[in-house]
């Protein structure tokens, strides 16, 4: 149920940022309360995140206050920090749709609206994508201006210094606002930074500094004393060297729940020529103290109750993926010294929080940078440890090359622990795991495992960290089937499938935690039912038991179709000179949208029903 936006009466007037233009800037800092308390109950209604947003209300404000919008761009990095933004662009009312299916989508998107100009689910992206929109405009002409918003979390990748060293070289025209939400950089100075930062983006200031070089352009000796006495008395204030010396013009820290301050900071901005940026600092949680108070936990909620000051406690249930990994990491660490283990900032999410407080010293954190979390695992290897890098499928990607380049090429015995194989749920196209069994299928050396449960999960990850080989485990988001998970550990026999029900007629190679679902099928078509276990190396002797004693196949996978281990079943064929009908299920050739599991398994025709029904299509059962 939606909230009714005639209790948030300013709200009410400014659903589209050309409205929100039409209040004074008196009204403001009235309309920011409206939009964090509206923000707070639409999200404790639908679940969502929550934290990023409450931190951005006042600058989102400002930015659509000051700059014209849609007109000029503006980009955000991630999107977890832009509710705000759509509930002040004309989707108040949808916002307890978000993350559901058909509802609004998690993170800005381009097809939703014309406010959203990148589409964007990973970190770090903003500054590049702003970079070409500065370029565009600057040869277009027209005075659009463009921003980028990045989360400070967010400079810990690579690609945003990259942007960053390029922005300044080209100089270009636009504004890059860090939102340091108090978690690094520095801490607010207070009223002196604020005040400073009028005054150096101030036209004062400016024309000053601007006439200086003009004036002492002719004398090149004095013209770079008086730089360097300019640096050094910003140095003395503000923490801006270091962009400063990538070719920004630093402005900041300004305290970012002062809308005033801002408003009148970016009113200065937008005229300045060059690459700018503007250093906030806000409060994650800002306005709703448990969320201030842990802003980690308040990042993503479940449905809430925000008067009670907590979140309901989950109702005990079979255990995770990510927990049976995080026990089994543990467990390893204790009888392997050498063990240690990797995660690009995604500690909690992928279930590591207990072992980083047991085992401090195996334990790395390489922050959002998964090309180097992957070759950093590359050097332990080198020096004989044992790396394990725990990664999201989708964060994977990012680092193919140095899958490939660091760690195949010499075959060092990295262990991949991936998370969220297959689809993801509420996140959406940029978080499904559709891609890994594809995109790690073709490379040599690499040993791809697809457990059938949580057990299974458990002695895969033993098997791959006993390998002298790199070896990969994709298991998917959420609860296990309640599989008993034996406290022992014991190696796979590699690249060897298992029967799970024997049948006749039909048989289903299942790869992953579909099975369950093939097994339901397989009693209606009293087929038999092979859990594949490894994508790589292929049963190829189960391959061609099954074909020589069944009429049809079927591959099941939670993976894209092109290139994935039903491909690798149909290569097995054609390599033994095997002919047989073979129907491949798996997800189809599209970015596969927002929905719950369970939603998207019956979508996409996965499911029982829907193996049975297309089984039957297939073969005119």
């Given amino acids: 149920m939606s909230q009714a936006l005639s209790d948030y009466p300013l709200l009410s007037q400014a659903q589209l940022p050309k409205q929100l233009r039409q209040l004074s800037q008196d009204q403001l800092p009235e309309l920011a309360d409206e939009v964090r308390q509206f923000l707070l109950h639409s999200v404790s209604r639908s679940s969502g995140h929550l934290a990023s947003g409450l931190g951005t209300v006042e600058l989102t404000l400002a930015l659509h206050y000051v700059y014209d919008t849609p007109f000029d761009r503006l980009v955000w990095d991630v999107g977890h920090q832009a509710y705000p933004h759509k509930i002040l662009t004309g989707r108040a009312e949808q916002m307890h749709t978000i993350r559901q299916k058909d509802g609004l989508h998690p993170f800005p998107w381009r097809e939703e609206s014309e406010y959203d100009t990148f589409s ?52 270009k025209d636009m504004l890059v ?28 200031y400016t024309s000053i500094r601007e006439s200086g070089k003009k004036v002492l352009g002719a004398m090149p000796p004095i013209k770079e004393l008086a730089r360097r006495a300019e640096e050094h008395l910003k140095g003395m204030v503000v923490p801006g060297t270091l962009f400063e010396e990538l070719g920004f013009n630093y402005i900041g820290p300004i305290d970012g729940h ?21 250093h906030v600092m806000t409060k994650k949680g800002k306005g709703y103290q448990p969320a201030e108070e842990d802003p980690i936990g308040y990042h993503g909620v479940p449905k809430f109750n925000p008067d009670e000051w907590k979140l309901p406690k989950s109702a005990p249930g079979k255990p995770t993926f990510s927990k049976v990994f995080g026990d089994w990491l543990c467990d390893m660490a204790e009888q392997d010294p050498k063990l240690v283990a990797i995660t690009p900032a995604m500690r909690e ?51 193919f090359d140095q899958v490939i380049h660091d760690v195949a090429i010499m075959n060092l015995p990295v262990l991949f622990a991936i ?23 073709c ?123 039903g491909s690798a079943v149909l290569e097995s064929l054609a390599a033994q000179g095997i002919a047989k009908p073979v129907l491949q299920l798996g997800l189809p050739d599209r970015f596969i949208e927002q929905g719950s599991q369970e939603e998207m398994h019956a979508v996409l025709e996965l499911d029982a029903a829907g193996i049975l029904k297309r089984a039957k299509a297939a073969f005119g059962l």
């Fill in 120 to 171: 964007v689910g990973h970190s770090s992206t903003s500054i590049s994508a702003a970079l070409g929109m500065a370029i565009a405009a600057d040869k277009e002409a027209q005075g659009r201006r463009v921003v980028a918003v990045i989360g400070d979390g967010a400079l810990t990748g690579g690609m945003a210094f990259e942007a960053l060293n390029h922005a300044g070289d080209i100089h």
């Fill in 177 to 204: 606002i860090i939102n340091d939400n108090e978690m690094s950089i520095s801490e607010n100075v207070g009223a002196l930074n604020n005040h400073m930062a009028r005054i150096l983006s101030g036209s004062l």
């Fill in 258 to 278: 002062d809308v005033d301050g801002l408003v009148d900071t970016l009113r200065n901005m937008r005229e300045l020529k060059g690459p700018q940026i503007l």
């Fill in 349 to 399: 999410g992928s279930g590591m929080v207990a072992f980083s407080q047991r085992f401090p010293e195996q334990y790395y954190d390489a922050a959002i940078a998964e090309q180097h979390a992957v070759t950093l695992g590359a050097g332990f290897a080198c020096e004989g440890l044992n790396p394990v890098v725990a990664i999201y499928s989708t964060f994977l990607q990012r680092a």
């Fill in 419 to 441: 998370d969220r194989g297959g689809l993801v749920g509420a996140d959406g196209q940029t978080h499904q795991g559709a891609f890994d069994l594809s995109y790690l299928r």
């Fill in 443 to 565: 490379i040599p050396n690499l040993t791809v495992m697809a457990p059938a449960d949580e057990d299974e999960c458990r002695q895969m990850l033993y098997t791959g960290h006993r390998m002298d080989s790199p070896a990969a485990v994709r298991y998917p988001r959420g609860q296990g089937m309640g599989t008993q998970i034996q406290d022992a550990m014991t190696e796979l026999p590699i690249g060897k499938a298992e029967i799970r029900r024997r049948g006749k007629g039909i048989a289903i190679l299942s790869f992953g935690t579909l099975l369950p679902y093939a097994l339901e099928a397989a009693e209606q078509l009293d087929a038999t039912v092979v859990n594949m276990r490894f994508v790589k190396p292929l049963d190829e002797a189960m391959v061609k038991a099954m074909a020589e004693s069944h009429d049809q196949l079927i591959t099941l996978e939670e993976n894209a179709l092109q290139s994935g281990a």
